[in-house]
């Protein structure tokens, strides 16, 4: 149950797009179309952006889209706002009734 | 309005014992996947612990707790809880239980936390 690898920050001006990816292997995120992303802002709890690889919630704004290629997912942010400055995380079903997290990103809003 | 409330947070010392309980309103557990997710302090999110739905629901654990966390579920007050063990200073987090329906296999609700830390 080792935690899929995201960079540790990612920054980008207002308006601006940015990519944060989530590597696992073929034994999780490789393996289901069940990646899930969350935007934590500090002392918040998380809130659920995109779930099943692509797919957004209900109020969810289309700014956010996600993609998956192999083993890799993939969180966009489209049009940079100051209220995205927050901790991203990835999670994925692993296997055996269990999932893991992503080691986690800091967005920065320039 | 669905809402998630965790309480039983506080200070143990290690090999300690403690109950967490997250109480729902709003949608009935049962009928959901629920789980328990901590983050220690200014780190990522861990995930804990899972009970499925209906009756029998099978409950699994991550691997740094199997054997020493026991999640269950009261229908009756709509309450999920954490049963703490052999408590150790790493277990030291603020604890978020999160409800996943069936559908998508995500976390759409989440509670607030309840912090526990693990200290002599």
């Known amino acids: 149950q080792s935690a899929l690898t995201q960079p540790a920050s990612v920054s980008g001006s207002p308006g601006q797009s940015i990519t944060i990816s989530c590597t696992g292997t073929?034994?999780?995120?490789?393996?289901?179309?069940?990646v899930s992303w969350y935007r934590q802002h500090p002392g918040r709890a998380p809130k659920l952006m995109i779930y099943?690889?692509?797919k957004r919630p209900s109020g969810v704004s289309n700014r956010f889209s996600g993609s998956k290629s192999g083993n890799t997912a993939s969180l966009t942010i489209s049009g940079l706002q100051a209220e995205d400055e927050a901790d991203y995380y990835c999670?994925?079903?692993?296997?055996?009734?269990?999932?893991?997290f992503g080691t986690g990103t800091k967005v920065t809003v320039l | 309005e669905v809402q998630l409330a965790e309480s039983g947070g506080g200070l143990i010392q290690p090999g300690g014992s403690l109950r967490l309980s997250c109480a729902a309103s709003?949608?009935?557990?049962?009928?959901?996947?629920m789980h328990w997710v901590r983050q220690a302090p200014g780190k990522g999110l861990d995930w804990v612990s899972l009970?499925?739905?209906?009756?029998?629901?099978?409950?699994y654990y991550a691997d740094s707790v199997r054997g020493r966390f026991t999640i269950s579920r009261d229908s009756s007050k709509n309450t999920l809880y954490l049963q703490m063990s052999k408590l150790r200073a790493e277990d030291t987090a603020v604890y978020f239980c999160?409800?996943?329906?069936?559908?998508?296999?995500?976390?759409?609700?989440w509670g607030q936390g309840t912090m526990v830390t693990v200290s002599s």
């Open positions: 999160a409800r996943m329906p069936p559908i998508n296999d995500a976390f759409d609700f």
């Open positions: 709003g949608f009935t557990i049962s009928e959901n996947y």
């Open positions: 009970i499925y739905s209906g009756d029998n629901a099978g409950s």
């Open positions: 073929s034994t999780d995120v490789g393996n289901y179309n069940l």
């Open positions: 099943e690889d692509t």
């Open positions: 999670c994925s079903y692993a296997g055996s009734n269990t999932y893991v």
